[in-house]
Nanobody
């Protein structure tokens, strides 16, 4: 059984920063891509950022230059550093990972709320 546990969400004023963390645990053979999606009320879930096991990153245009993503492969953990936050960044942020146990599957965290006040 694999679990992704997120932490670091909360309420912040516009222009502030937050750091999200997501740790994968369980019977893990290997982890390929890890990353973050977000879903605002009434909107579709969208990719925020992703990072491969080799460190290649991808960002949504709306967060480029403000967010960074990193991972600690020894800890099976991915981080999202969010700077210069805007009210439009308000959403539930979901961690995901493509993990090999007996086969490759996609796993999701439970979601963490990020609220940016103007």
């Amino acid at each position: 059984q694999v679990q992704l546990v997120e932490s670091g969400g909360g309420l912040v004023q516009a222009g502030g920063s937050l750091r999200l963390s997501c740790a994968a645990s369980g019977t893990i053979v290997s982890i390929n891509a890890m990353g973050w999606y977000r879903q605002a009320p009434g909107k579709r879930r969208e990719l925020v950022a992703s990072i491969t096991s080799g460190g290649n990153t991808n960002f949504a245009d709306s967060v480029k230059g403000r967010f960074t993503i990193s991972r600690d492969n020894a800890k099976n953990t991915v981080y999202l550093q969010m700077n210069s936050l805007k009210p439009e960044d308000t959403a539930v942020y979901y961690c995901y990972a493509r993990i090999a146990t007996v086969q490759w599957s996609d796993y999701w965290g439970q979601g963490t709320q990020v609220t940016v006040s103007s």
